[in-house]
């Protein structure tokens, strides 16, 4: 079974930044595009970053375009995001996923991490 472990998260002032870092095991990491997806109270779970196995493709949700970069790492295993000037609206619980880029534009993550928490103050 793919075993996807999030860390980083926690509680910032609004403008700091934040670094999640996801740790595969499991699957054979460079055969999987990752990616970041992230669920607000009250709201569906939306994608938030995505990279492929190669990290010479990535996506961005416009919201967070310019603020957030999502790197990896294949030796280690470990997919990253760094969220900086963090707005309040970036609060919600991160979640880390392994899938497939399908075709040129989307993308399917069949597996999934715990979640972190992350909470913006004002």
């Known amino acids: 079974q793919v075993q996807l472990v999030e860390s980083g998260g926690g509680l910032v002032q609004a403008g700091g930044s934040l670094r999640l870092s996801c740790a595969a095991s499991r699957l054979t990491f460079s055969n999987f595009a990752m990616g970041w997806l992230r669920q607000a109270p009250g709201k569906e779970r939306d994608r938030v970053a995505a990279?492929?196995?190669?990290?010479?493709?990535?996506y961005f949700t416009d919201s967070v375009k310019g603020r957030f970069t999502i790197s990896r790492d294949n030796a280690k295993n470990t997919v990253y995001l760094q969220m900086n000037s963090l707005k309040l609206e970036d609060t919600a619980v991160y979640y880390c996923?392994?899938?497939?880029?399908?075709?040129?534009?989307?993308?399917?993550?069949?597996?999934w991490g715990q979640g972190t928490q992350v909470t913006v103050s004002s």
């Open positions: 990279i492929s196995w190669s990290g010479d493709t990535t």
């Open positions: 996923a392994a899938g497939y880029r399908v075709g040129s534009s989307s993308w399917s993550f069949p597996y």
